[in-house]
């Protein structure tokens, strides 16, 4: 299935935009968006790498999050051949990683207050 270029709106003619955790793609839409079929999607979720909302009547909803974590597993597999074993371990360590700076984070910003220092740099 070929990718779609989605028009992006500018400006008050826009609307609002959603929240980045507000589910507000169905299943055929989230996969236009990415270039996959809906049933790769399916497989995503009972993967557990991609896990959708889901809506009265069981309807899977995906949301601008989820949309940016397919797009990240459809580079991994396209461009760099990664099998799904390989992407879930990928996605937890980069989770993990976030995770662990946030800590450190804290942990700095703690110590700074504590000793009177200049609040740690901003990281990227």
């Known amino acids: 299935m070929a990718k779609i270029k989605v028009p992006i709106k500018h400006g008050p003619e826009a609307g609002p935009r959603p929240a980045p955790d507000e589910p507000c793609y169905v299943i055929s839409v989230a996969a236009q968006i990415v270039g996959l079929h809906p049933q790769t999607l399916r497989q995503y979720d009972r993967a557990g790498l991609v896990v959708a909302y889901r809506a009265p009547g069981n309807r899977r909803m995906y949301t601008p999050r989820d949309i940016r974590r397919l797009q990240r597993i459809v580079r991994l597999t ?47």
């Open 78 to 124: 396209e461009d760099l051949g990664v099998n799904l074993a390989g992407i879930k371990v990928i996605l937890n360590m980069r989770a993990q990683i976030k995770r662990m700076q946030r800590e450190m984070d804290e942990i700095e910003d703690r110590f700074a207050s504590r000793s009177g220092a200049a609040p740690p740099r901003e990281r990227s």
